[in-house]
């Protein structure tokens, strides 16, 4: 029972963290959000750890190490030009962002109820979540935006398919998070590159979506 | 089949030269690539030979491809690059960086090729994106720092899509992670198996790789990224890494045919395939960057070698086929095309790159060369890919349809190229434009090598690896997709 509540809690983290990236990403909201999206994705990782795989600890580890320390810190010194290409402004399009998010986390939870997963709920939660981080790839056009819209959706992925899906040895499991942790970090520094090449977040040169 | 040292170890040796280009002093960077073009070249004698055997026929198939196409983009890299560098202003860390990271990008294609576990193939072509959006950004200009951007967020959002589907087809199958290959033959059955999770991870599996493969409408990055990317990157994008994808994809649906309809999974590749023509119908009579002609071709001939894994009996013959037909004609034309940007500093006939039958003869014929192969013209052997295709479509009565259309699009495609080369090859431009440039014969060589090869072994390969072929040909036959 107290598991499935962990469960729950992890997973309902990690979602709360998709939603609220999606709306605000100012230079230090956004890496805090990512990091508090990390944990959830470190404790839902730590409950199976305790549970049946200790090899799941590596991950959490590597987990707690890149995604807390490594990335923020990759993605931290371009504070100016966040702050001059990004700003959330407008009461309305942030309503119109909530409300897709809620329609999209509908579906998740929906789809979670398809019988054939293990925990149809956690699932659920989960999948809405990696709905949102979608639409939040589609929604915005400059890199800071949709770089973390990248990161939470590799959160994502990585909880999903170690933790979701079914029974997988432990080593797989590892080599899973792995791939996605390695995934995320080249994509940290990529992000980090192209700013400094550019000199701007804003790749199409237009004023973002304003929300 | 596990994943044994020997298919390990042709990754390994690509991954420790690419190290090695990356920290060794700019005498021996040069060196690495040489290496890896000897090194490929033993594993196809060893191959041969039966010293080396691979999972199957298919796997034997694709890494033929995959290390011919990439001995002759190595070849035809270093002299690319070095003028590429002179031009660009390219540092020496650039350069070491530039060959290090195209080895790595060959190490995972090798990968794609030679691997037989769906989780170590995923991580393969995850390398190979990630590895090529690098290569794409190599030349810094805005232009193709935006093309690396626009891969990177498409190709992974599909990667991580492909990640989530296959774990759960493949976990809800029951599947232990050791069995998660495409050469075991044991099909579990328990009586909790879910048929429609299996269908949603098999599309989800679908719509990830078709991402990396560049298939309509997930194709967006396609255009930008093949026109930026270095030539020799260009090739063994098109070439090897989309057909690489939509093999991982005919190989999981494969595994997946006895838990789901099979029809079902091939609709999903028929669908994406037509669409891809549509698209590649649509675009490519308006295309006036050399380049980017070709980036559309390319979705064109993803979506038809996607058509016949969906039509399924000689069709999946004819696809596999395509596979080396496409990628040595794609290598001829894209390398081709970055000699033109290099000795005329750009590829669009607009902008200067016009009468290149008069200015630039050898690199100009072989451009026609390449068009007149990559059109499906007969005798060259794209036709006879694409007639196994077409062909293969009629034979089943719900296939006859999408066929039709497929013909109809390929012929409006056919037209659209037919209508724009020759703005590039004998339109004059300017007057004072009309002088000859000189071609580098170290840029001649290996396209000249590989217009043979395109000509003489492109028809002949079937019959030149004749017991290879005839193992493949049995074992689609009899698959059950």
Known sequence: MTEQILWRLAGSLIWVMAVAILLVKTHQSARLLYRLQALGEAGLLAVIALDHEPLLWIDVIM??????????????????????????????????????????TLGGLALGQVPGLLHPLVAGVLL????????????????????????????ISGALAVAVAGPIPEFAGVGIDVGALVVAVLLALLTRTIASTLHTTDVRDVEELIG | MMMTSSLWLPVAVLLVLAGLAMVLPKAFTIWMPRIAMAFLV??????????WRLADAMSTW???????????????????????????????????????????????????????????????????????????????????IEASWKYLIVTEAGGLAALVGMVIALTVTGRPFDQWNFVSTVVFVHSGVSGRWILIGAYMALIGYATKAGLAPFHTW??????????????????????????????????????????????????LGLLSLVVAAGFVAFQSDLKRLWAYSSIEHIGLISLGLGFG???????????????????????????VRLLYHTSQSTQGAKALLQR??????????????????????????????????????????????????????????????????????KKDHLQKIKEPWTLLAPNLVLAILVIGGGIGAPFMVHPLWHHLVLELMKNPI
Request: no cysteine; proline share 5%; glycine share 8%.
């Open chain 2, 360 to 429: 630039t003869p050898w690199t100009a014929g072989m451009l026609a060369l390449g068009t007149a192969a990559i059109v499906g013209l007969p005798p060259f052997a794209p036709f006879w890919s694409e007639w196994l295709i077409l062909v293969g479509g009629f034979q089943t009565a719900s296939h006859r349809l999408p066929d039709i259309i497929a013909i109809v699009l390929l012929v409006i495609i056919f037209s659209g190229i037919a209508l724009r080369m020759p703005s590039w090859l004998w339109v004059p431009g």
């Open chain 1, 128 to 155: 809405g979540a990696w709905f949102v981080s979608f639409m939040h790839l589609s929604s915005r056009y400059e890199t800071w935006s949709m770089s973390w819209a990248l990161l939470s959706l590799d959160t």
């Open chain 1, 63 to 104: 987990v707690l190490l890149i995604k807390e320390i490594a990335i923020p810190k990759i993605l931290g010194p371009q504070k100016g030009m966040i702050a001059r290409d990004y700003g959330a402004k407008g009461t309305v399009g942030m309503t119109f962002l909530l409300f897709v998010a809620a329609a999209f």
């Open chain 2, 42 to 51: 033993a594993s196809l004698v060893a191959l041969a030979i039966g010293q």
């Open chain 2, 313 to 339: 009996g000689i069709a999946l013959v004819g696809a596999l086929l395509h596979i080396w037909t496409h990628a040595t004609s794609k290598t001829l034309l894209f390398q081709n095309a970055g000699t």
């Open chain 2, 222 to 271: 396609l255009p930008d990224a093949h026109s930026e990317a270095p030539a020799p990157v260009s090739a063994l994008l098109s070439g090897l890494k989309l057909a690489g994808a939509i093999l991982i994809v005919y190989r999981l649906f494969d595994v997946l045919a006895p838990y789901v309809p099979p029809s079902r999974l091939k609709d999903g590749l028929i669908i």
């Open chain 2, 62 to 144: 694709f890494y033929v491809v995959v290390a011919v196409v990439s001995i002759f983009a190595l070849w035809f890299s270093e002299p690319y690059v070095k003028l590429e560098a002179e031009h660009l202003r390219w540092t020496v860390a650039d350069v070491k960086r530039y060959t290090g990271i195209l080895l790595i990008f060959i190490a995972s294609l090798v990968a794609v090729a030679v691997w037989v576990n769906f989780f170590w193939l995923w991580l393969g072509i995850e390398t190979a994106t990630l590895s090529s959006v690098f290569l794409v950004a190599t030349p810094k200009s805005r232009g193709a």
